[in-house]
């Protein structure tokens, strides 16, 4: 499978990259108590550092919301996931446990504060090209709403848009028949590709480690 970054996004936002992780032989199930308490002690943490602090202003949101900005996506009325996720966090609305794959990628993007997805590779449709929304291009999310993908950036397959950092379609979503999956990072445009790899390994390393099986990692810049 082929994951690519089209040229019009590209020339949109020159600095964008994306992180790529492709596993192998996973299981996914209920997460370890070790994950679901490291998971809900972040949150009752962050909490306490949010009381007075603009989200808006932290550098990493700040990042995908002038993304969003700069492709047409009014950030104020669509929030990236990221900054919902610490919006919840800030209204003490904790996240609960989901399964061992969708925890690790809520922990992952409230500690580091940017937004992923982590998709079943056998209900994605060929490559993948991550590309700007059409006009018209719509998709059943996680959130139970049908939304509209126009100027939001997407992945997208053969079927369609499936993945966002605004919100993960629900036709590609991971589940405990899972065993192989694409996990997207959507990093800040600050970090250098150096750093971005790092990152992005270590997110591997500790994903393998839970749910077991292989990864390869990749980024994608200019």
Do not use: C
């Amino acid at each position: 499978m082929e994951v690519v970054i089209d040229e019009t996004l590209r020339a949109a936002v020159p600095q964008i990259k994306f992180g790529i992780i492709h596993y192998e032989d996973i299981t996914v199930g209920d997460s370890p108590q070790m994950l679901k308490g490291r998971l809900q002690l972040f949150q009752e943490s962050l909490f306490f550092e949010l009381e007075d602090q603009n989200i808006n202003e932290l550098p990493e949101i700040k990042d995908w919301r002038s993304i969003f900005k700069k492709l047409g996506k009014d950030p104020n009325r669509y929030r990236h996931s990221a900054e919902a996720l610490y919006r919840r966090v800030k209204k003490q609305q904790y996240i609960t446990s989901i399964n061992s794959a969708t925890d690790l990628n809520n922990f992952f993007s409230l500690k580091y504060r940017i937004p992923l997805g982590i998709y079943d590779k056998e209900l994605i449709q060929g490559n993948v090209v991550i590309r700007k929304g059409a006009e018209g291009e719509s998709y059943e999310g996680l959130n139970g709403r049908q939304n509209n993908a126009e100027n939001l950036p997407i992945s997208a397959d053969d079927a369609g848009p499936f993945g966002s950092p605004f919100v993960d379609a629900k036709r590609t979503a991971v589940s405990a028949n899972t065993t192989r999956a694409l996990q997207i990072v959507y990093l800040p445009l600050m970090i250098e590709t150096n750093d971005a790899m790092k990152l992005v390994e270590s997110f591997a390393s500790m994903f393998t480690h839970i749910n077991g099986g292989t990864a390869h990692t990749a980024i994608l810049a200019d």
